[in-house]
């Protein structure tokens, strides 16, 4: 199971897009509500969620979180004691993290990326507490993907579709879309 994490002022493209190519490869993802089960993105689109936050269970079926930019969607998220705690069992439990645009400074704030490669949206370099910023569009290092920004959803959900089913199933999801 995967929970993609949606806050008021979340980034619809960096939210979507990988939720759509993670279920066209088969995966159970579940959008959660940080709030309210209805989520208001960053450009007025509104996306009933599946559960909100307050109701997921952190176990051994999570196999991967999503946290999408945008804001105030990236802060809001930030402020959520279940997004924080989802988070925390993660890094506890070597399980993947996704976080996209400015969403890899929620990971920066708890030093998590310290020492590794990371990237995020321009200007949020110095929220990455110690982490190796990179120059490329989507970086993974260990169980942490981290992604510019919405010109990057695609190539960020095929990383993740990658970690979460295998390389195969996002070289075939590339080729489907017309990626290429």
Known sequence: MIYVFLAEGFEETEALVPVDLLRRS?????????????????????????????EIVLDENLEMIILPGGMPGTLNLEKSPYVQNAVDYCA??????????????????????????????????????????????????????????????VEFALKLVEKAVSEEESNRQRKAILFD
Do not use: M, W
């Open 26 to 54: 088969g995966k159970e993802v579940i959008l959660v509500g940080v709030g309210d089960n209805i989520v208001r993105s960053s450009h007025g689109v509104t996306v009933v969620a599946d559960t909100i936050a307050q």
């Open 92 to 153: 506890e439990n070597e399980i993947y993290i996704g976080a996209i645009c400015a969403a890899p400074s929620i990971l920066g704030h708890k030093e998590l990326l310290k020492g590794r490669k990371a990237v995020c949206y321009t200007g949020f370099e110095s929220e990455l507490y110690g982490a190796e910023i990179s120059d490329g569009k989507v970086e993974e290092d260990g169980i942490f993907i981290t992604a510019r920004g919405a010109g990057v959803a």
